[in-house]
T-cell receptor
Framework: GNSVTQMEGPVTLSEEAFLTINCTYTATGYPSLFWYVQYPGEGLQLLLKATKADDKGSNKGFEATYRKETTSFHLEKGSVQVSDSAVYFCALSNTGNQFYFGTGTSLTVIP | SQTIHQWPATLVQPVGSPLSLECTVEGTSNPNLYWYRQAAGRGLQLLFYSVGIGQISSEVPQNLSASRPQDRQFILSSKKLLLSDSGFYLC????????????FGNGTRLTVT
């Protein structure tokens, strides 16, 4: 079946630190992979996506590479800011109408 | 461009009262529509999704129901709320295709007292 496993949080970093949030997936065929961000009290916003192996999604300094050989889609940012504090969700879409979400990783960036 | 509207933003309801949450999408036709619930500090739980008018798939048996009376309108209802229905309810839409992302509304914070 399809599933997403995301690293447990919470994660606390100092401003300008390097961020990695691990995400691995299980799927058959050729899924698309996504990262979403949720700020307090708001809905989820699409952060980036990748639709095939070796694709790199990027947005607002965040990057993630679709690695089929390791079934991973880790989120990275070189220098986090206080405004990046949020909950991050890894997600997968495959044939069918459903999305499969990880459990979310809470990030707090301290000045 | 496409937009999704969800209301109300917050709602406090007594146990046993009815519920109606509404979601509408603009700027696209025949979207797939979804209702999710997010308990405090938890992940997302898919409640219902719809691929067309009158077509509803339920993922979790419970006292909630959904309806899609128009192409871009999705309604979440309950006849009698339970305390366990408290949570953050999110409506979302997507187009067709595996690579099409979900687009979320701003959510409704429901507190059942």
């Amino acid at each position: 079946g399809n599933s997403v496993t995301q690293m447990e949080g919470p994660v606390t970093l100092s401003e300008e630190a390097f961020l990695t949030i691990n995400c691995t997936y299980t799927a058959t065929g050729y899924p698309s992979l996504f990262w979403y961000v949720q700020y307090p009290g708001e809905g989820l916003q699409l952060l980036l996506k990748a639709t095939k192996a070796d694709d790199k999604g990027s947005n607002k300094g965040f990057e993630a590479t679709y690695r089929k050989e390791t079934t991973s889609f880790h989120l990275e940012k070189g220098s986090v800011q206080v405004s990046d504090s949020a909950v991050y969700f890894c997600a997968l879409s495959n044939t069918g109408n459903q999305f499969y979400f990880g459990t979310g990783t809470s990030l707090t960036v301290i000045p | 461009s496409q937009t999704i509207h969800q209301w109300p933003a917050t709602l406090v309801q007594p146990v046993g009262s009815p519920l109606s949450l509404e979601c509408t999408v603009e700027g696209t036709s025949n979207p797939n529509l979804y209702w999710y619930r997010q308990a405090a500090g938890r992940g997302l739980q898919l409640l219902f999704y719809s691929v067309g008018i009158g077509q509803i798939s339920s993922e979790v048996p419970q006292n909630l129901s959904a309806s899609r009376p128009q192409d871009r309108q999705f309604i979440l209802s309950s006849k009698k709320l339970l305390l366990s229905d408290s949570g953050f309810y999110l409506c979302a839409w997507r187009g067709t295709g595996v690579s099409s992302p979900l687009h979320f509304g701003n959510g409704t914070r429901l507190t059942v007292t």
